[in-house]
Nanobody, 123 residues
Framework: VQLEESGGKLVQPGGSLRLSCAAS????????VGWFRQAPGKGREGLSC??????EYSDFVKGRFTMSIDDDRETVFLQLSRLTPEDTAVYYC???????????????????WGQGTQVTVSS
């Protein structure tokens, strides 16, 4: 499976945004899929993931970010809300074969990455 993110842009503080991650070559039926981000000078951090166990979220995004998947399981989304400048980062989706990982919120457990999409929060 290959992944391609889209939807990143410049948004004002307090605003909302929806990111998309489209799969090609396969759908997500046999994969766990997650959203991650990397801000300048910082490491890559896990935001949310979807696996056979359901949706998981890192504590610092609960209530602000919501992950979902379309009916064909070919595209996952990340709805971002109440954005602050600290949310400025490159946002990535990543996937790993279901069962072939320990924690789908850890970047080192993910095998397949998209190219990322830039989200900038600024007035």
């Amino acid at each position: 499976v290959q992944l391609e993110e889209s939807g990143g842009k410049l948004v004002q503080p307090g605003g909302s945004l929806r990111l998309s991650c489209a799969a090609s070559g396969d759908n997500f039926d046999d994969y766990a899929v997650g959203w991650f981000r990397q801000a300048p000078g910082k490491g890559r951090e896990g935001l949310s993931c979807l696996s056979t166990s359901g949706y998981e979220y890192s504590d610092f995004v609960k209530g602000r970010f919501t992950m979902s998947i379309d009916d064909d399981r070919e595209t996952v989304f990340l709805q971002l809300s109440r954005l602050t400048p600290e949310d400025t980062a490159v946002y990535y989706c990543a996937a790993v074969v279901e069962g072939d990982y320990n924690d789908c919120l850890q970047s080192y457990d993910m095998d397949i990455w998209g190219q990322g999409t830039q989200v900038t929060v600024s007035s």
